[in-house]
């Protein structure tokens, strides 16, 4: 079956410094890698999309980067913010069965 | 207007007992799921659901079973509950036909614990 993992499980930050979260999947036919993020007791959110046919995309503070061959895409945060942190989700797929990846957990310190 | 709603939003019962949660969406979208989430906030898969098939994670055991009235509800039963059922049950949707986007919406979650 898929495997997605996530990398690193748990991440600490000074407010103002980056964050890079990697997902690596296994399934060559996924083609649609998008990032949700999960307040403390609320529910998972998309905040950013890529599709197969793009390499990088930006909105602001955060970016996804894709390389195919590798089977991995990133998730970039810049001058991180208190309010940033949250579990971060990969869900990778191109199957009904959308497989979100581990979870990783960032910390911002004011 | 909430876009997936989940009743309830807590649930506290004995081992042994049935139980059901209720989902329903208002986005018009064709595909409904069920998710799990554990304490270590690790989110699996339970079910998938359109128009055409149900799509049932094999490790999902079969006292779990969603019940589909209509395109806009997907409800969850459980029979026989068990300690290891306690866990936080979120219901989401997305709209697969003609969309290269496949957003899932969540719902704000069922907390099921089992004593």
């Known amino acids: 079956g898929e495997n997605v993992e996530q990398h690193p499980s748990t991440l600490s930050v000074q407010e103002g410094d980056s964050a890079v979260i990697k997902c690596t999947y296994s399934d060559s036919a996924s083609n649609y890698f998008p990032w949700y993020k999960q307040e403390l007791g609320k529910r998972p959110q998309l905040i950013i999309d890529?599709?197969?046919?793009?390499g990088e995309k930006k909105d602001q503070r955060i970016a996804v980067t894709l390389n195919k061959t590798a089977k991995h895409f990133s998730l970039h945060i810049t001058e991180t913010q208190p309010e940033d942190s949250a579990v971060y989700f990969c869900a990778p797929h191109n199957t009904d069965k959308l497989i979100f990846g581990t979870g990783t957990r960032l910390q911002v310190f004011p | 207007d909430t876009a997936v709603s989940q009743t309830p939003k807590y649930l506290v019962t004995q081992m042994g007992n049935d139980k059901s949660i209720k989902c329903e969406q208002n986005l018009g979208h064709d595909t409904m799921y069920w998710y799990k989430q554990d304490s270590k906030k690790f989110l699996k898969i339970m079910f998938s659901?359109?128009?055409?098939?149900?799509?049932i994670n094999e490790t999902v055991p079969n006292r779990f079973s969603p019940k589909s009235p209509d395109k806009a509800h997907l409800n969850l039963h459980i029979n026989s509950l068990e300690l290891g059922d306690s866990a936080v049950y979120f219901c989401?949707?997305?709209?697969?036909?003609?969309?290269?986007?496949?957003?899932?919406?969540f719902g704000e979650g069922s907390r099921l614990t089992v004593l």
């Open positions: 659901y359109n128009n055409k098939e149900l799509i």
């Open positions: 989401a949707s997305s709209q697969d036909e003609g969309s290269w986007s496949r957003e899932l919406f």
């Open positions: 890529i599709r197969s046919n793009v």
